[in-house]
């Protein structure tokens, strides 16, 4: 099966930066894109950032679209998040996932497979 394992989450102070990671492995096939997600306690599972493999064209939530940068290594099928500027809201457990389809890539239900998640704590 396709797998996927992210990596880098941690405690970290308000306006400090993380970069997180995302190794695929397995039957992971063509994928055309991999995006992050996060998920807060009590919330639903959002949209945070996107990119397809073929042309890495990116895609960003607004929230987040002037801190952090996803970034794609295909020879190692990496993908990354790179964090700055961390807010205390940011604190969530992120999540990657993989689709083989085009589509809005936004949205998490049209995702194929994904990763365990990897745990951002941000303090005040």
């Known amino acids: 099966q396709a797998e996927l394992v992210e990596s880098g989450g941690r405690l970290v102070q308000a306006g400090e930066s993380l970069r997180l990671s995302c190794a695929a492995s397995g039957r992971i096939g063509s994928t055309y894109a991999t995006g992050w997600f996060r998920q807060a306690p009590g919330k639903r599972r959002e949209f945070v950032a996107a990119?397809?493999?073929?042309?890495?064209?990116?895609l960003y939530a607004d929230s987040v679209k002037d801190r952090f940068i996803i970034s794609r290594d295909s020879p190692e099928n990496t993908v990354y998040l790179q964090m700055s500027g961390l807010k205390p809201e940011d604190t969530a457990v992120y999540y990657c996932?993989?689709?083989?389809?085009?589509?809005?890539?936004?949205?998490?239900?049209?995702?194929?497979?994904w990763g365990q998640g990897t745990q951002v704590t941000v303090s005040s």
């Open positions: 990119i397809t493999w073929s042309g890495g064209a990116t």
């Open positions: 996932a993989g689709r083989w389809n085009p589509g809005r890539l936004f949205v998490a239900l049209e995702y194929h497979y």
